[in-house]
């Protein structure tokens, strides 16, 4: 089991309301990623931050947006949310610098359903 | 554009047999590739990584071969026990940097019979 911890772990908003997701990172990383996935699909690249700064987005509008904080933590925003917003919202952390090993560590995931 | 497939249907094998799983990718030349393993309603948890000069690599029954002429990687689990059942991810990342940023295939779901 990782370090990397997300809460809440489900959720029921409705079409065009506000969602906040929180993680928190496993100790001594210093990056966190945040993906969406789908029922039977992979998960997709939300965005990254490093330093407490986007530094790498996916193909997702503005209304998805986010914070990381100096302990590392990180929140994920969505507003106005529509129904395709329906999925489970994977954070991951890892260690960019030296000795980077590329491999990612999951929380569990944060499983939105939106009505 | 770039794009990574693995097997869409389920793969259904018996215990002891070997597993293959085939990712396939177009567009890209990736850093490097890795798998990910996939319980329903967890979230992935990594398995291997395979960099761009590496042909093969092996991590107990796990083993993961990586052509880039081909642009294809094989994951193979060998002497299968039904606790391998589930769904595998391949992952690629290309270039420098964002080390988050990798692009998923959809996943392969194995099931293993007893």
């Known amino acids: 089991e990782t370090g990397v911890t997300q809460s809440p772990t489900h959720l029921i908003k409705t079409r065009g309301q506000q969602v906040t997701l929180r993680c928190s990172s496993q100790?001594?990383?210093?990056?966190v990623s945040w993906y969406q996935q789908a029922l039977g699909q992979g998960p997709q690249f939300i965005f990254q931050?490093?330093?407490?700064?986007?530094?790498g987005r996916g193909n997702f509008p503005p209304r998805f947006s986010g914070l990381q904080f100096p302990n590392y933590s990180s929140e994920l925003n969505v507003n106005a949310l529509e129904l395709d917003d329906s999925a489970l919202y994977l954070c991951?952390?890892?260690?960019?610098?030296?000795?980077?090993?590329?491999?990612?560590?999951f929380g569990e995931g944060s499983r939105l359903t939106v009505l | 554009s770039q794009k990574i497939e693995q097997n869409s249907e389920a793969l259904n094998i018996q215990e002891g047999k070997t597993a293959t799983l085939t990712c396939n990718y177009t567009n890209y030349s990736p850093a490097y590739l890795q798998w990910y393993r996939q319980d329903p309603g967890r979230g992935p948890v990594f398995l291997l990584l395979?960099?761009?000069?590496?042909k093969e690599k092996r991590k107990e029954r796990l083993k993961v071969t990586f052509d880039t002429t081909l642009k294809q990687s094989l994951f193979h689990i060998t002497a299968s026990q039904p606790a391998d059942s589930a769904t595998y991810l391949c992952?690629?990342?290309?270039?420098?940097?964002?080390?988050?940023?990798?692009?998923f295939g959809q996943g392969t779901t194995l099931q293993v019979k007893p």
């Open positions: 992952a690629l990342k290309g270039g420098s940097g964002n080390t988050g940023k990798l692009i």
């Open positions: 395979i960099r761009e000069n590496e």
């Open positions: 931050y490093y330093r407490e700064e986007e530094n």
């Open positions: 991951a952390s890892s260690w960019e610098g030296l000795l980077n090993t590329g491999e990612l560590f």
């Open positions: 100790s001594g990383h210093n990056t």
